[in-house]
């Protein structure tokens, strides 16, 4: 069973920058892809980004494309989410997650830990 914590989130205005931490606990997530989803208010979660296991690749929706960085840390068992140019838009709850199965691309899933998530607010 893996723990995962968010953190990071806050208040930035438009053109602002945040990174965002998932630390790991209870197991090492060295093995295994990650993700980060969000869902805005109202709206349903969606992708953001996801890295493989190894870090060799990595994925992005169209939204965030060449404005976030998803990034590991296997020696401190956190993934960071680097976000800049942040817009109105990104406005959501973000979470990270975890599959089951390890030596994944963390393309498409499934993930089965789930954070609890942090909050992202991007005033215009």
């Known amino acids: 069973q893996v723990q995962l914590v968010e953190s990071g989130g806050g208040l930035v205005q438009a053109g602002g920058s945040l990174r965002l931490s998932c630390a790991a606990s209870?197991?090492?997530?060295?093995?295994?892809?990650v993700g980060w989803f969000r869902q805005p208010p109202g709206k349903e979660r969606e992708f953001a980004t996801a890295?493989?296991?190894?870090?060799?690749?990595?994925y992005y929706a169209d939204s965030v494309k060449g404005r976030f960085t998803i990034s590991r840390d296997n020696a401190k068992n956190t993934v960071y989410l680097q976000m800049n140019s942040l817009k109105p838009e990104d406005t959501a709850v973000y979470y990270c997650?975890?599959?089951?199965?390890?030596?994944?691309?963390?393309?498409?899933?499934?993930?089965?830990?789930w954070g609890q998530g942090t909050q992202v607010t991007v005033s215009s």
């Open positions: 890295v493989s296991w190894d870090g060799s690749s990595s």
């Open positions: 209870g197991r090492s997530i060295t093995l295994y892809a």
């Open positions: 997650a975890v599959p089951n199965r390890p030596f994944t691309t963390g393309r498409g899933g499934p993930y089965d830990y």
